[in-house]
């Protein structure tokens, strides 16, 4: 199973420290968001996060290691044109290799910082309209080397991908919403799943909690259920059913006695607002013994095709990566 880990960015000292680390455990590769900051709900604007451009840390790794796959979860497509963003996964691919490099792409989600430069945020339906037009233009380029779609957000006429890498990027997309699942499907290598639109919804003054709520109490049998509008969308398209890889995010990972379970279910409950309940199904949590974490993941290989795990940065790897990943198969 491919493993990676989201970076919280820092200085080039630290990548070249975090670099070598992330090879010694035997992680795929390294993943950034995009984001022009992240302000917490009991946060000022002058203390928010401010995170680091992507695309300059994905370079900085990637020259940093000679096998490290690269990739953002994910670029927001409502700022630019989206053929300047994909113009980056293509440098990124002509310079390292288009085998290591995830092109991660999304419709935006912070009204926040659209509000910051001026923008109004666009309703979640313009977003996923101008969203599919943008992986459409991303196959084209990636497949062909050329697009032309004439698209009512985005257009490009004869447009050469620029540079030409020898192997193109991945296409990643992230998300759970009916709408997206049916994009992936059409348009997508990877499929990073986010927590059920079945569920509770993702609303209020704090998204990143309610983004939280979403997930604990999404379920692997709600995971079954979206793969297989997923590859229905694929088989629809004329491609194979299996075209996309999916993923997960495990946002949450605590290594504990069986006996001490139930007490860590209660706790990342609590701290979520959310009643007590076990976590036992949720894709999003691995809490237990280094067994215990091998039998699930390898559960959810086999229920809905899990293939690939994105580690949260918040997380420490490597005891993960030591006494887990090899395991499973």
Request: glycine share 8%; aromatic share 6%; net charge negative.
């Amino acid at each position: 199973m491919d493993a990676y880990v989201t970076l919280r960015t820092g200085s080039l000292h630290e990548l070249r420290e975090r670099v070598p680390q992330l090879e010694a455990w035997g992680l795929t590769g390294a993943m950034v968001g995009d984001h022009l900051f992240v302000q917490a709900p009991d946060q000022t604007r002058p203390t928010a996060r401010r995170p680091m451009e992507p695309i300059t840390v994905l370079a900085t790794v990637a020259s940093l290691s000679q096998r490290l796959h690269v990739g953002t979860i994910v670029s927001n497509l409502s700022f630019l044109h989206p053929a300047l963003v994909l113009r980056q996964f293509a440098g990124l691919a002509a310079l390292f290799g288009g085998e290591r490099v995830l092109a991660g792409l999304g419709a935006g989600w912070n009204r926040q910082e659209f509000e910051a430069i001026g923008l109004e945020m666009p309703s979640f339906q313009s977003r996923m309209e101008r969203l599919e037009e943008s992986a459409h233009l991303a196959r084209q380029l990636f497949d062909n080397g050329m697009a032309s779609v004439e698209g009512s957000q985005v257009i490009a006429r004869e447009l050469p991908f620029s540079p030409l890498p020898a192997v193109p990027p991945r296409i990643l997309l992230g998300g759970g919403s009916d709408r997206l699942l049916e994009i992936a499907g059409r348009y997508a290598d990877v499929l990073d799943l986010n927590g059920s639109s079945r569920r509770s919804k993702v609303a209020g003054p704090d998204l990143l909690r309610a983004d939280a709520r979403r997930r604990l109490t999404t379920t692997v049998s709600d995971m079954e259920d979206s793969v297989v509008r997923v590859r229905t969308a694929a088989r629809g398209a004329g491609r194979a059913e299996d075209a996309v890889t999916m993923s997960v995010l495990i946002g949450w990972l605590e290594f504990c006695r069986a006996s001490e379970v139930e007490g860590v279910y209660e706790r990342l409950c609590r701290d979520n607002g959310l009643p007590p309940q076990s976590l036992d199904d949720c894709p999003y949590a691995l809490i237990g013994e280094p067994a215990q974490m091998i039998d699930k993941l390898q559960e959810r290989h086999q229920r809905f095709g899990l293939n690939m795990v994105i580690i949260a940065g918040s997380i420490d790897p490597q005891r993960f990566c030591e006494q887990v990943l090899p395991k499973v198969h």
